[in-house]
């Protein structure tokens, strides 16, 4: 079990800071405390002064007409199932047991709209895509979105061709049980990202492929969805033949650190100080208390500022419509220890295992972390050199690591950028420092396992936000393998517009589609997969394959 960090590791300020922050969550603590043991009359009365008070200062409308109630009906959906019954889609429930005994909630949609397979839980012949979410997320956090044709698992179910999974982590909403412990007890959350490198993910696919007969799989996952799979590609060699395509949106590996340089300095200097704030079961668990009773609009306005104090995530990309709906769904429950991973991961900058002794003396050294600047700007971009890929091919790449007036160097042979334009392009450089510790903290007698992401052999396609934080692309590229990797930058695009973004549908789902066109099997060279348009959807007129996979699914079904 981890220890409490040493205080005597901290500097004045990150001391004052730490008493600061138990005394925020102790006063949060007893007001939480207080408000579940009011009268309901009471609590009532308050949220509607809550919401007299919002409308009074705030530009926002709630909203009230039909077509605007759609954000609120989807805030107020209870789960995955009610989410897509709001879009005429039928969806099935799996559940996976890890060998280490968590029991998973995975989600499917294997038909276009309002069709309904007589015989649910079997294989229909098609290709299969398999979605996981990212940190303190679950699988609704992929169809709560207001427009029908920017919702990703619905997109890839209307191309006809596809048979769609969404997986849950352990602990979150759908995936809180275990044969072994209660979700009550300490060990339950005893997990780290290694546990679903080791488990969750490798017996997710196992699980999938069982059901759908399939050989191999496409992989798409979002933010700590795409840490667990460059974990667990690159820990089962084996793995890799059963995925197709690892399509990573807003990639994360090693990020560099919050924004907020008093809380990033802390929280790199004791990582296993999360233990103190939060226990050692699961992180934040009151946010659904407090969604349950601030106004909707007031609890999306606490959101954005959190991220924008964290991550300098300002989310202009995200319409105000959108930020109501998903909200609600954007919290799912994650042990502690996983996110004290993270800040192991962004204290050592290294994509490392758990590291079980940092409570040791060694564990302790002090880590006064200095700060250094990142690279103006990086342009780079890989790709495998296969004559039907879409993707570019292999040029030489101009590095430019000072001020635009700085000389460049020449690097070969790698590809040239591929850069979607954006509405919202920042400037070039900045972003916030990352921190190293210094050498004689490293000289440790030990060094953490890492994860050996160089000996992936599955296709990998990286697209990454050039405005998000979290993302690291330079240091990311560094640690994939050359041949196979793929770098798409979204000009001004954020860590959560990749999956809520208002033109996603225009920047990011033709790229998702052209790498399953590439890669995906039973479409060869993607002759089975429509082309998709951004205005109308999918173009016209049935391929070949795209006929077959349709007479294959209703054969599965019929039969």
């Known amino acids: 079990m981890a220890r409490v960090p040493v205080i005597g590791r901290l500097s004045p300020h990150e001391y004052i800071a730490l008493v600061a922050s138990v005394s925020i969550l102790a006063f949060e603590t007893l007001l939480r405390v207080i408000i579940v043991f009011l009268p309901k009359s009471v609590i009532d009365w308050g949220y509607g002064r809550s919401r007299i008070l919002f409308h009074r200062f705030s530009t926002h409308a709630f909203p009230k007409s039909t077509e605007d109630r759609l954000p609120n009906d989807i805030r107020e959906a209870k789960d995955f199932g009610e989410l897509c019954a709001l879009w005429g889609y039928t969806y099935e429930e799996h559940v996976v047991m890890t060998k280490d005994g968590y029991l998973l909630g995975v989600h499917r949609i294997p038909e276009i709209k309002g069709r309904m397979r007589t015989r649910p839980g079997t294989s229909t012949g098609k290709p299969v895509v398999y979605l996981h979410h990212g940190l303190l997320m679950n699988s609704e956090v992929w169809v709560c979105l207001t427009d029908e044709q920017r919702c990703l698992p619905f997109v890839l179910a209307e191309q006809g061709c596809f048979d769609v999974w969404m997986g849950n982590n352990r602990g979150n909403k759908y995936s809180k049980k275990s044969i072994h412990h209660s979700p009550n007890s300490h060990k339950f959350w005893d997990y780290s990202l290694d546990n679903f490198a080791w488990h969750d993910i490798p017996d997710t696919i196992e699980y999938i492929l069982s059901i759908t007969k399939a050989g191999s799989l496409s992989y798409i996952g979002f933010s700590q969805g795409t840490a667990q799979a460059f974990a667990a590609l690159s820990i089962h060699p084996q793995l890799n033949e059963k995925v197709n395509v690892f399509i990573a949106l807003a990639p994360a590996m090693s990020p560099a650190g919050l924004s907020q340089p008093i809380v990033d300095a802390l929280m790199k200097a004791s990582p296993t100080s999360m233990f103190l704030f939060f226990g050692r079961k699961a992180i934040l668990s009151s946010v659904t208390t407090w969604q349950s009773i601030l106004y909707p609009p007031i609890f999306t306005y606490v959101i954005d500022t959190a991220l924008a104090f964290l991550f300098d995530w300002r989310s202009h990309n995200i319409a105000y419509s959108q930020k109501l709906a998903a909200y609600a769904h954007l919290y799912s429950y994650a042990s502690v220890k996983s996110v004290v991973h993270w800040f192991q991961i962004m204290r050592e900058a290294t994509f490392q295992m758990y590291d079980d002794d940092i409570g040791s003396a060694w564990g302790v050294l002090h880590m006064h972390a200095y700060t250094q600047s990142r690279p103006s700007s990086v342009n780079k971009s890989r790709c495998k050199d296969d004559p039907n890929s879409n993707y570019p091919q292999p040029t030489s790449l101009s590095l430019t690591t000072g001020p ?78 050359n041949h196979s990797t793929t770098a798409i930058s979204l000009d001004g695009y ?21 790498a399953l066109r590439t890669w995906c099997e039973g479409g060869g060279s993607g002759s089975g997969i429509r082309r998709y348009d951004s205005k109308q959807g999918m173009d016209g007129g049935l391929s070949r394959v795209f006929q077959e996979a349709e007479k294959a699914s209703i054969r599965a079904d019929e039969g």
Not at 438 to 457: D, G, Q
Not at 461 to 478: F, K
Not at 494 to 514: K, R, Y
């Open 404 to 481: 635009s007036n700085s000389p460049t160097s020449t690097l070969s042979p790698i590809d040239s950028p591929k850069v979607i334009s954006s509405a919202h392009s920042p400037p070039t450089g900045g972003g916030p420092a990352y921190h190293h510790p210094p050498s004689h903290a490293r000289a440790r007698s030990y060094r953490p396992v890492r994860f050996p992401t160089r000996n992936i052999t599955t296709p990998i396609v990286l697209l990454h936000g050039t405005a998000d934080s979290l993302v690291d692309i330079d240091t990311m590229l560094r640690e994939l393998p």
């Open 494 to 514: 954020e860590h959560l517009d990749v999956i809520w973004g208002q033109n996603i549908h225009v920047d990011v789902f033709p790229e998702v589609l052209n």
